[in-house]
């Protein structure tokens, strides 16, 4: 992590540690600076003791198993973004501007030829494997993402969600899902599928009304920091409405960074903002109160 303190790309300072630990639902170390040990010493400083490392393609999910089996305050998930499923099918021109139906936005494998549905089922098949490990505590994050990618992906990402369903419920590991700008079609694959019994809604972006159709069918919510942000009233609503044995807190680092560091790098390290300030939301709830029920409810839902 950078040791300057000073200007906008800057680490944010530490904050005061969490009298209780809970566990950042939601990262990705391998997109951050530094190296994992120094992550995970400066997060369990201030009382962040659990990571959950989550895979968006193939490399990041061995990745993530790898760094799971060697450290055990790491838990991994495995998956195929949204973005990545279409990709794959439909090739990739290695841009951060990608063509319509591509996946849009960053590639970390750069410029790939298309593969058609057979690279996909390839693709899929080594995720199955993958979610198979002891120390892969969740299938994702998967689901539907209509912001970056056209309507020619569409069909992709829904195929790969749908698999993602059945690998998740057929290894008995909780499905993180990823829903942007898809709340209804997310809603409907999950009911026509069958959820898994642990779902987890990363990243929560939906408003009041959602989060009481996900408290109905047992979904777990995963608030980040961008419920510090002064345009996100829909979420501060759905953090003060969900019920508290399914609330999840994460970072989803290095995006979303709490105010007010909002736009320089996150880290697990800054959960305890977010917890606060979803505290804050629920009435003034006693901190320690929202994070043993934050902890406990992370280890329901990943199962360890």
């Known amino acids: 992590?950078?040791?300057?303190?000073?200007?906008?790309?800057?680490?944010?300072?530490?904050?005061?540690?969490l009298r209780v630990p809970v566990a950042d639902s939601h990262t990705h170390l391998d997109m951050q600076s530094g190296t994992v040990e120094e992550a995970l010493a400066k997060a369990a400083s201030v009382g962040v003791t659990t990571v959950v490392q989550v895979g968006c393609d193939l490399d990041g999910s061995r990745w993530a198993a790898e760094t799971a089996a060697a450290y055990d305050a790491v838990?991994?998930?495995?998956?195929?973004?949204?973005?990545?499923?279409?990709?794959?099918?439909h090739g990739d021109p290695g841009r951060t501007s990608q063509l319509p139906g591509a996946g849009g936005g960053w590639s970390r494998q750069g410029a790939r030829e298309p593969g058609g549905q057979a690279a996909l089922?390839?693709?899929?098949?080594?995720?199955?494997?993958?979610a198979?490990?002891?120390?892969?505590?969740?299938?994702?994050?998967?689901?539907?993402?209509?912001?970056?990618?056209?309507?020619?992906?569409?069909?992709?990402?829904e195929r790969?969600?749908?698999?993602?369903?059945?690998?998740?419920?057929?290894?008995?590991?909780?499905?993180?899902?990823?829903?942007?700008?898809?709340?209804?079609?997310?809603?409907?694959?999950l009911k026509e599928e069958g959820a898994p019994e642990r779902t987890v809604f990363h990243c929560y972006?939906?408003?009041?009304?959602?989060?009481?159709?996900?408290?109905?069918?047992?979904?777990?919510?995963?608030?980040?920091?961008?419920?510090?942000?002064?345009?996100?009233?829909?979420?501060?609503?759905?953090?003060a409405v969900a019920p508290p044995e399914l609330l999840l807190v994460e970072t989803d680092a290095p995006f979303l960074t709490p105010v007010p560091y909002r736009g320089r790098p996150n880290a697990p390290y800054l959960v305890p903002i977010t917890v606060r300030a979803m505290a804050e939301v629920r009435g003034g709830v006693d901190e320690d109160t929202l994070a043993t029920a934050l902890a406990e409810n992370t280890a329901r839902a990943f199962g360890y």
Request: negative net charge; glycine residues 8%.
């Open 205 to 239: 972006s939906g408003d009041a009304e959602m989060a009481e159709i996900c408290a109905s069918a047992g979904y777990f919510m995963s608030f980040a920091g961008n419920v510090t942000f002064k345009n996100a009233q829909n979420l501060r609503d759905a953090v």
């Open 132 to 157: 198979a490990l002891p120390q892969v505590k969740g299938v994702g994050e998967t689901g539907l993402d209509y912001f970056r990618t056209g309507p020619e992906g569409k069909d992709a990402q």
């Open 1 to 17: 992590m950078p040791s300057n303190d000073s200007g906008k790309h800057a680490a944010p300072p530490l904050p005061d540690p």
């Open 160 to 189: 790969s969600f749908r698999a993602h369903i059945e690998i998740a419920k057929r290894h008995g590991k909780a499905l993180v899902i990823h829903d942007r700008d898809a709340h209804a079609d997310v809603l409907r694959v």
């Open 121 to 130: 089922d390839d693709a899929l098949a080594e995720i199955d494997r993958l």
């Open 75 to 89: 838990h991994a998930t495995v998956a195929l973004h949204p973005n990545e499923a279409p990709r794959i099918v």
